[in-house]
Every structure is written in structure tokens, then in C-alpha cells.
């Protein structure tokens, strides 16, 4: 497929690259910095910038798919969604996060946030809402579990819906690294249209 990756740069988006390209898939990577876009042959690195959607749709244009890894405080959610339709581009999965996931006290994870991350928790659960009001997409939104970070690419994970993934350790936790492959796959084989899921270990 040829995919376009807005924020392609960023620690999830060089991630969701690396394993788009290793499955056989072309990449658009899209960013304010494409010097610092992951270099492999079948990636095609552009300066873009999601505060500036009549610019981005261009660049968007021609793509099977379009993936948005941006921070959800840059830009309000019809930018991206925007620039995705005005591109004729029909499918768009979401780098999601984990605040609007119920957690096993039955309260959203966002009410366990402390104050300095809810500007961008709250966003991402601004984007989901929109996104569900959206019929013009086929679009997917993929929530991380509580914490995301560096580690192995195992292949070994689960996946849920609205409810907050923990381990057998009680943590709630996903690499980067599989956090990608979930999305490929979702990508390759949809199984979650118009819907948000959660992947964790």
C-alpha cells in the first residue's frame, strides 16, 4: 500500500514506518523535520505541517491510507480530518491515547491524570469524539495502554476496546514497538472500522 504518515518523525511515527517499510509498504513520511525521517528506499520524506491543512491535502493525495502520529494539542481535529478528505483520501487511522479508556474503577484514565497532561488527554478525547461523528471516513483510532514507551518488538500483546489493558504485573504498558505492529496489522487486515481499540500487555 502507499501510506502517507503525518508526524512521521516522532517517536511513534518513525516506529510505524520502520514496520510499514519491513512488511513491503511505501511511506510518505510527512513532518517538520523530514531530514530526520527514517532513510529507506521506500520512504519518501516531505516537509508538512498539520497546522496547515490546505497545504498538508497535497501531500496527502494518491494514498491508500493516511496515518496521523501528531500530539493532538497542535492542531484541532479537523485539520487532519480535513486534509484527509480534501486529499480524496477515504481511510485514516489514528495514533490515539489512553485517557477516554475505562479503567478498572470504572472511571475514564483521564480523571487519574495529573494536571499538565490533560491539555493534550483532553484533545485526543476531543479527536475521538469528532471522529465518531464522522461518516465521510472509514477511520480507526488506536489507544496505547496507560504508559508507551522504548522496548522489544515481541509480536506478543493483546487487544481490547474501551477498557484500559493492565498485565498480570498490574502495569499498563506498551513498546513502541508493538504498538506498531498492532497498527500495521490493522492496517493490512481492518478489523476495527469506524472504531477505537486499545492494545496492551
Known amino acids: 500500500m502507499k501510506i502517507a504518515i503525518v508526524g512521521a518523525t516522532g517517536n511513534i511515527g518513525t516506529r510505524l514506518t520502520k514496520e510499514a517499510v519491513s512488511r513491503g509498504h511505501s511511506v510518505t513520511a510527512i513532518s517538520?523535520?523530514?531530514d530526520?525521517?527514517?532513510?529507506d528506499a521506500k520512504?519518501?520524506?516531505k516537509n508538512g505541517d498539520v497546522?496547515?491543512?490546505k497545504a498538508l491535502a497535497p501531500l496527502l493525495a494518491?494514498?491508500?491510507v493516511v496515518i496521523s502520529a501528531v500530539r493532538f494539542s497542535e492542531s484541532p481535529?479537523?485539520?487532519?480530518i480535513g486534509a484527509t478528505k480534501g486529499a480524496g483520501v477515504k481511510r485514516l487511522l489514528v495514533v490515539g491515547g489512553a485517557a477516554s479508556l475505562?479503567?478498572?474503577d470504572g472511571k475514564l484514565v483521564f480523571e487519574h491524570l495529573p494536571a499538565e497532561w490533560?491539555?493534550?488527554a483532553g484533545a485526543g478525547m476531543k479527536f475521538l469524539d469528532t471522529l465518531k461523528g464522522e461518516s465521510a471516513l472509514d477511520w480507526t483510532f488506536l489507544s496505547p495502554s496507560a504508559m508507551i514507551g522504548p522496548g522489544e518488538r515481541t509480536g506478543k500483546f493483546r487487544l481490547g476496546g474501551d477498557q484500559l489493558l493492565t498485565g498480570a504485573d498490574g502495569k499498563s504498558f506498551i513498546s513502541y514497538e508493538d504498538y506498531a505492529i498492532a497498527m500495521v496489522d490493522e492496517l493490512e487486515k481492518p478489523k476495527h472500522s469506524r472504531k477505537r481499540f486499545t492494545v496492551g500487555y
Open 51 to 53: 497546522t496547515d491543512p
Open 118 to 120: 490533560r491539555g493534550e
Open 36 to 39: 530526520k525521517a527514517h532513510k
Open 102 to 104: 475505562t479503567g478498572a
Open 62 to 64: 494518491g494514498h491508500d
Open 77 to 80: 481535529p479537523g485539520n487532519v
Open 32 to 34: 517538520r523535520h523530514p
Open 43 to 45: 520512504v519518501t520524506a
